[in-house]
């Protein structure tokens, strides 16, 4: 079921930059009530730790500073959801034998079992979120989000993020 989209001239879809970012958060909160309605209660998982199930699920032995490479969320949110994960079984960490301080993050039989039902979900997610742009759209897109999550994720000589020094704050004297 394809939805008629209008025609909409270049100069009437672009909005402030502002604007722009407040379509972009409303889309990322969209995308997570297929979440919420159907299987955040029903499996009591958080969407953290959603996300990183499905990621350790298509990464076996990854570990949970790859998880916070790849999801962006904080060290912090990544070791909370990795420790709720292991206490309830969907996950083992183990020690990488190659390399004694990196611990290998798989999925146990339940994580597996979870994997299972919540990985064909999400790709309906994907596709139903797809289905009204061309291939070619999907590519820009794509490549968009290449661009601006490269942009967010630059740093300085220093290894500082250039996102939050530009965008900090600037003291009004309060």
């Known amino acids: 079921m394809t939805q008629d989209i209008p025609e909409i001239e270049p100069d009437e879809a672009t909005g402030t930059h502002a604007d722009i970012l407040h379509r972009l958060l409303k889309l990322s909160n969209k995308l997570l009530a297929p979440f919420s309605m159907h299987l955040e209660q029903q499996y009591k998982i958080s969407v953290n730790e959603f996300r990183l199930l499905m990621l350790i699920g298509r990464y076996p032995g990854c570990a949970s500073h790859e998880l916070a490479d790849m999801t962006g969320v904080s060290a912090m949110s990544v070791s909370r959801a990795v420790f709720a994960l292991e206490r ?3 996950i083992r960490v183990e020690r990488d034998p190659q390399n004694k301080r990196r611990k290998r993050l798989t ?3 339940e994580g597996e079992r ?3 039902i919540m990985e064909p979900q999400s790709d309906q997610v994907a596709d139903y979120l797809m289905s009204n742009l061309l291939p070619h759209e999907v590519a820009m897109f794509d490549h968009i989000l290449k661009i601006l999550i490269d942009a967010l ?4 000589e ?3 993020s250039l ?3 530009r965008t900090r704050p600037q003291d009004n004297g309060e």
Do not use: I
Request: aromatic letters at 10%.
């Open 163 to 165: 996102f939050l020094e």
């Open 153 to 156: 994720e630059a740093t300085d």
């Open 158 to 160: 220093d290894g500082n």
């Open 114 to 116: 979870l994997f299972r």
């Open 88 to 90: 309830n079984d969907r």
């Open 107 to 109: 999925l146990t039989e």
